[in-house]
C-alpha cells in the first residue's frame, strides 16, 4: 500500500507564498511521477503541476506558469509545490498523485487533500 502525506497547506493573503510537501512512504516502492492537482468548489480537479522522478521533467497547467516550481527528492520520495504570487483563484484543496510500481503492481494514489485559502 502506498502512502503519501501532504503537508504545507493554509491561509495566506494575496500575493504570498506557500510551500507544500508530499512524501510517498511503502515497501518495495518504487516512484515513476508525483503531481499536485487542484479542486476548488463547483470545479473539476486539475492538474497543478507534475515531474517524472527520473530526470526531473516537469509540466504546469497554464494558470500557474511562472508562480509556481515543482521539485523533487528522490531519496526521500517526496515532491514539493513552492507557490508564489498566489490569487485568490488558486484557493482549492491542493492533492498531491504518485504513479509508479509496488512490487510488481502499478499504482495511481492520491492522498488526502490539503486546503489552500488565498484571501484577497
Known amino acids: 500500500q502506498v502512502h503519501l502525506v501532504e503537508s504545507g497547506g493554509g491561509l495566506v493573503q494575496s500575493g504570498g507564498s506557500l510551500r507544500l510537501s508530499c512524501a510517498a512512504s511503502?515497501?518495495?516502492?518504487?516512484?515513476?511521477?508525483m503531481g499536485w492537482y487542484r479542486q476548488a468548489p463547483g470545479k473539476e480537479r486539475e492538474m497543478v503541476a507534475s515531474?517524472?522522478?527520473?530526470?526531473?521533467?516537469?509540466n504546469y497547467a497554464d494558470s500557474v506558469k511562472g508562480r509556481f516550481t515543482i521539485s523533487r527528492d528522490n531519496a526521500k520520495n517526496t515532491v514539493y509545490l513552492q507557490m508564489n504570487s498566489l490569487k485568490p483563484e488558486d484557493t482549492a484543496v491542493y492533492y498531491c498523485n504518485a504513479k509508479g510500481v509496488l512490487l510488481v503492481k502499478p499504482y495511481d494514489d492520491w492522498g488526502q487533500g490539503t486546503q489552500v485559502t488565498v484571501s484577497s
Open positions: 515531474i517524472i522522478m527520473s530526470g526531473g521533467i516537469t
Open positions: 511503502g515497501r518495495f516502492l518504487s516512484v515513476n511521477a
